[in-house]
């Protein structure tokens, strides 16, 4: 049966795309319904019935509709490796190594002595997934690798370069306009460009470029500093392309952006040559050795100071935001060679040279903020108010709405007001911060008076919040709104996004002008929004491009857009970068002189246009509308991505196969695949699916905290649960012995404290060197890996004590895990969790009550993380009748020991009251435990880690409450999935931190990065600098427990073994 098909009929979304506004956010909750529909009911009821599921949400048949192309409009990109490899594999149906020729071949031979081949791809499903990024263009690399170090990417730019065959650099994949995908050679930034080092008082940073921005923000927190640029993605952009594209973002402005607040860069050039501007003997040495190079930008430089005209067009461009082109207003704001060198490597977008390490120059992060959201009546009088805050510089950020974007978000948290507002209306969202709340005051005082004094009437009081759940909803609704828009588009139609600035003075123009463009291409669902306060506005609109009229319409719209931006002064790439989507029109932009200026430079850094050729600066008039990427259907859960790779940063298996949008990515091209009758096709659809297995589906935490990241609350975990399912059909051998266990569950489980005990005793007598070598050649046949923080047996479930009379209810379910694993060898503790609980709740004077049946108690999630969804409701059924009974229908308590279970049941429980009594172990001890005991804090420093499940559930709080209780110093790890994923990081151990993969893909003991309280907030710093000081780690969810302890090498177990050792019973009042 194929993969993607069988019993569930994915179709694509009917009905006509949606006009934007509140149909649009309507539409959006729409879609949120089905998600958790689907979520909860769906896959785990009707495919385990083999119940044909439709997507269809308007309920009309599917229309029979050609097989997308692979590459919409596809033209080969002609570079200096493309007389090697036109547009094709060297032979039809052959993939991989075999099929490369010619320079790529010669230099896939010769990497093998610079990288493993564990880091090599040229297979078609992770070149593919490996190669996409957040545009609407697609290129697929004929060879991916994962570099590592400085080292391995000079040999590797030096072998490109001998071969002839050009490199991409690829950081985050965030990037929005084409510039960082290649059908060459991408060289992929690993997980461990991790560099970096903080001057004393925080006004100085540096960092390597595989640093999320969001991280080094949260460094730099103690300080009272964060770097300048602010992007929307500023929780999944990786520091390389925040430099190559020189991004800005809300609150960043052009004097905070990267240009303007870089103090050193650290770069390597075309011919591996490393120029370190911090380094002065690196700098003196460059000098002699390139000497050439220096000379020529420097006359270049000459020749603009020289032309007052283009150096009058230089300093009009750059006082707005502006990534079009070359950054070469360096070669007129400095005289230094290194200055100017330095300058122009920011948003060369890889084009230049490669960044291997950044020093910035920080700016205040005050925390005294507070923002407002005004509704004007019509968007001039929301451009008219922004001239005049801009003009009084007492903001510091001032956002746009156009109709549209307010109807996006109005049915948000906090959001509501927006319901309801006139068609033509706009807002603005303003914020004010300031070193202290008088300073803030002060701001906020002098913009109500600004409005005031102006005359221009808001629909809205003119009021700011100070509440930070409120500023913060703001924000997240900004933030959001890319993804939203593309998350309420049409099934199968691509997202797409322009970037453009003009001065603020024009910003009303530029208002007006793009809706008439919206209206004269008929982008109906078109959108606009964004950095008012720079002029800077983004357009979001969706359409397909199944046919050439539909590749033309999009053609002549970026003809419009650009000559009306140009007519208007203004940027056609504000903070986005050039990329390919608007390389065609620099010249319309700039002019010739300043564009063969850039054409000069390109030459002079890159003689043989071996790095990233055809961005930034394209010959070929129509690069911008050829190579786009198609998003046909694919499964109901993920068609409403827009692959923006947000989720990336929270997937725990993406540094050793693919991350939530590469199987997205995946996934809708198996999809295609199995659409057509192409012989190649069905070769490769083979192929696909084979590696797919593993890649895709054996790999996945399916923990859904790629839906916590996701705008859209897309949850792939749902995804690969559900084709997990479909493996499975009730005669397969998986299928049946499922029911044959899960009927006997209590008996099957009953059977593994004397397991792991054997396994122990094995272990006691062996040694861990022994062990770990002998388990490792059987985990191949065994189909599990042992690692030395294997648990021991659990101890039995002992009755619980006799409580006083008249003592408080709790029922206490004991989940499966902590009824068969106890503590690890090595471990000081002993007992198991339960008994720990149990303590615990005694000394709480508390009555414990057991569910019935409690041996074969259990929330099925065992069997639903392995595509098992009949036998895992059936389990959860049973459990739910068994609390009910226990609770008095929800009228007593229920404490669950473990996190992932908890929320499992909260999930899938029908009883609405049973789902407000249920608990995890640090709600509830913080709302019916601590207030009945005697805490003392007798440890130190102490590390927690709040399972995924409760990060998802908001438990985060009552851990650290909990833990602060009990000890001096809290540590919590930001880590947002450990990877262990139930048992799954024991049966691919590459996910959670064993086995050869990911210690290749992470370096050990730096792996945990962890934030500490006790530092000053949001510290971030390497496991191994706080080692010494935490005694234990703690949890709530054993086998998360076993990965932690491996990762950092330090026991982690139950925090409820943390409480009990704090807690006594308070004395009785006299």
Known sequence: ??????????????????????????????TTKEGKQLNQQQTSQEAAHNVSISFNTSQQPPATKKVPDFIINHVPHQHSGAQWLKSKRAQPGVHGDAALVGGYKSFREEIKSIVPDSRVFTDPLRTLAYGTDASFYRLVPKIVVKVHNEEEMIKLILAARKNKTPVTFRAGGTSLSGQAITDSILLKLGHTWRYRKISEDGSKITVEPGWILGQVNRMLAPYGRKLGPDPSSIESCWIGGVVANNSSGMCCGVAQNTYHTVQDIRMVLHDGTILDTHDPASWASFQQTHKSLIDGVMALSKRCKDDPELVALINKKFSIKCTTGYSINALVDFDSPIEVIKHLMVGSEGTLGFVSRVTYNTVPDYKDKASAFFVFSCVEDAATATHHLREAKCTDAVELFDRPSMATCENMEYMHFLRGQPDEAAALLIECRGDTKESMQARINEVTKVIKEAGIPTLTPIEFSYDAAECAAFWDARKALIPMVGAVREAGTSVLLEDVAVPVKNLAKLCRGITE???????????????????????????????????????????????????????????????????????????????????????????????????????????????????????????????????????????????????????????????????????????????????????????????????????????????????????????????????????????????????????????????????????????????????????????????????????????????????????????????????????????????????????????DSRGLPSQGNDQVKALEKALLKASNNGAIPILADTSPCLMRMKENFAHPALKQVLYDPTEFAAKFLLDKLSITKKEKSVAIHVPCSSKKMKKDKFFEQIAGACAEEVTVSPVPCCGMAGDRGLRFPEMSGGGTASSVAVPPGDAMVIRDPSAGGNTTRAWTEVKGAVSEGFSSSRTCEIALSLQTGTHFKSIMYLLDRCSSPKPASV
């Open 517 to 863: 463009m919206f209206h004269k291409f008929g982008y109906h669902d078109g959108s606009a929004f964004g950095h008012a306060l720079e002029g800077n506005l983004h357009l979001v609109f969706t359409q397909g491009f199944e046919t050439p009229a539909q590749v033309d319409r999009y053609a002549g719209m970026m003809d419009f857009l650009c000559n009306m931006v140009v007519e208007l002064e203004g940027s056609l790439k504000a903070e986005h970068g050039t990329g390919r989507n608007v390389a065609p029109y620099v010249e319309l932009e700039w002019g010739p002189k300043a564009t063969q200026i850039m054409w000069e430079l390109k030459g002079l850094f890159d003689p043989e246009d071996q790095l990233n050729p055809g961005v930034v600066l394209n010959k070929n008039p129509t690069i911008h509308k050829e190579n786009l990427k198609p998003l046909p259907v694919a499964h109901g859960v993920v068609d409403t991505c827009m692959e923006c790779g947000f989720c990336e940063s929270a997937c725990p298996s993406g540094h050793v196969t693919l991350t939530p949008r590469q199987r997205i990515v995946a996934t809708r091209e198996i999809a295609r695949l199995e659409q057509s009758a192409i012989p190649e096709d069905v070769e490769k659809l083979k192929l696909m699916e084979d590696l797919y297995k593993y890649q895709a589906l054996d790999t996945c935490a399916a923990d859904g905290m790629c839906a916590e990241k996701c705008p859209v609350s897309i949850n792939t975990g749902r995804m690969v649960k559900d084709l997990r399912a479909r493996r499975y059909g009730p005669e397969s051998l998986q299928f049946r012995a499922a029911e044959l266990s899960a009927k006997n569950f209590g008996l099957v489980m009953g059977s593994v404290p004397t397991l792991l005990n054997a396994v122990d005793l094995v272990h006691s007598i062996v040694g861990t060197t022994v062990m770990g070598g002998v388990s490792g050649l059987l985990a191949p046949a065994l189909g599990v890996s042992w690692n030395k923080y294997i648990p021991r047996g659990a101890s039995k479930l002992a009755q619980p004590a006799p409580a006083p009379a008249g003592a408080t209810k709790v029922v206490y379910l004991a989940t499966c895990v902590s009824r068969s694993m106890g503590p690890a060898r090595g471990d000081t503790e002993t007992e198991s969790i339960h008994e720990k609980t149990l303590s615990v709740l005694k000394k709480a004077g508390m009555e414990v009550i057991y569910p019935d049946d409690i041996a074969n108690a259990c929330c099925g999630l065992i069997y």
């Open 1 to 30: 049966m194929p993969l993607l098909t069988g019993p569930l009929r994915l179709v694509r979304r009917g009905g006509a795309a949606t006009v934007a506004g509140r149909g649009a956010a309507q539409r959006l909750l729409q």
